[in-house]
């Protein structure tokens, strides 16, 4: 017979996944956004937790982050703790409904800032890569709704005239 009152804590072995993220390495290069992202759900808590250590990376520990609300599920936290017990801290986020769609901004303490374009998670993976390879280009012009936008419109082309009829 088996017990339903048992209970038991497993952990898993496998560490977190890497966040998908092509960002441009050079902090001095100019363009629109740093780079792209590609979160795996549109839940914030796990993919802000995988993101936010790469980007600890470029310019030191990041205290806030702005995200538009569009794209993510409902949860919406307002600060992630971060780290363990011991050298744990709070990163406070903000969502917007007025920000530009795909949008994600990242401040450091320093006061830095990591612009980059949120690749929606249903994306295919070509359309993904290219999409974060452009925005992380040096001299891009494209703003994050563009790079959205090219991704779920096919492009007009000859192989597409003949549909619809």
């Known amino acids: 017979m088996v017990r339903t009152d048992e209970r038991q804590t497993t952990i898993s072995p496998v560490a977190p996944a890497e966040p998908r993220l ?47 609300t569009a794209g ?35 401040i450091s ?3 830095e800032r990591t612009d980059l374009v949120t690749i929606p998670p249903h994306t295919s993976e070509e359309a993904a ?8 280009t040096e001299g891009n012009r494209e703003h994050s709704p563009a790079i959205l936008a090219a991704i779920t419109v096919p492009p007009a082309g000859p192989e597409s005239a003949g549909r619809g009829r």
């Open 72 to 106: 993510w599920d409902t949860s919406r936290p307002r600060v992630l703790s971060i780290g363990g017990p011991q050298r744990s801290r709070v990163v406070k986020l903000g969502w917007f409904d007025s920000m530009p769609a795909g949008l994600l901004t990242a």
């Open 129 to 136: 890569l290219a999409a974060m390879r452009q925005a992380a």
């Open 22 to 68: 092509d960002i441009r390495r050079d902090r001095m290069g100019r363009g629109l956004l740093d780079g792209g992202w590609w979160p795996r759900t549109a839940g914030p808590d796990a993919e802000l937790r995988e993101l936010i250590p790469a980007l600890d990376e470029r310019h030191g520990p990041i205290t806030r982050i702005m995200l538009g």
């Open 109 to 111: 303490a320093s006061g």
